[in-house]
């Protein structure tokens, strides 16, 4: 089974800056992989990164980056660069052998003009 | 690129009555998920099917079922709708044979009064 706490209810940025969101996660499972979804006003849910637990690099998708910490079950995620066009509810999800995506609770990202 | 397609977008059902939610995955794409948002909550995943066969079960009430089609649609079936059914149901989809990631349609309005 798969746990995840995202500690950060709510968060802000100015637009252009850079900002970072927590997520832990627990599992008893060796292959697993870790995700960011956003959720926009519209709810629709958009893969935002993924990043497969077996390696060590961390995962690049152009503004968007992670910091994988593996050992400490850490799966942070880096906004560079901010636009008005990112707030919304973020999602760190966990998926490991049963496949199903265990989610956070979710950071509301608001993005100051 | 084609994306899942769920229909219809927005269901409003009175209590006691029964809904049919549809999800056409993105062609090729073997596994169907269903998960459930309520207000200001996370997803939770409440079943999938690979290749026409439910793998795996979440917290979904006896009062749905679901099942996938051969041509790979799937339908979640859910009678004696109660005030508390009122959510947000998002069917994904993803190939087994791909990266692991789940592609979110986008959504199922579903308000019971």
């Known amino acids: 089974a798969q746990t995840v706490t995202q500690s950060q209810p709510e968060m802000s940025v100015q637009e252009a800056e850079t900002v970072t969101l927590s997520c832990t996660y627990d599992t008893s499972e060796s292959d697993y992989y870790l995700f960011w979804y956003k959720q926009p006003p519209s709810r629709q849910m958009i893969l935002v990164i993924r990043?497969?637990?077996?390696?060590?690099q961390n995962a690049t998708e152009n503004r968007f980056s992670v910091n994988f910490q593996k050992a400490a079950k850490s799966f942070s995620l880096k906004i560079s660069d901010s636009q008005l066009g990112d707030a919304a509810m973020y999602f760190c999800a966990c998926q490991g052998g049963s496949e199903k995506l265990v989610f956070g609770k979710g950071t509301k990202l608001t993005v100051n003009p | 690129a084609a994306g899942v397609i769920q229909s219809p977008r927005h269901l409003i059902k009175e209590k006691r009555e029964t809904a049919t939610l549809k999800c056409y995955p993105i062609p090729r794409h073997d596994t169907v998920y269903w998960y459930q948002q309520g207000p200001g909550q996370d997803p939770q995943f409440l079943i999938s099917?690979?290749?026409?066969?439910?793998?795996d079960k979440g917290s979904i009430p006896d009062r749905f079922s679901a099942q996938q089609f051969s041509d790979y649609h799937s339908e979640l079936n859910m009678s004696s709708l109660e005030l508390g059914d009122s959510a947000l149901y998002f069917c994904?989809?993803?190939?087994?044979?791909?990266?692991?990631?789940?592609?979110f349609g986008p959504g199922t309005r579903l308000t019971v009064t």
């Open positions: 994904a989809s993803s190939s087994r044979q791909g990266l692991h990631e789940q592609y």
């Open positions: 099917f690979y290749e026409k066969m439910q793998s």
């Open positions: 990043q497969e637990a077996y390696k060590q």
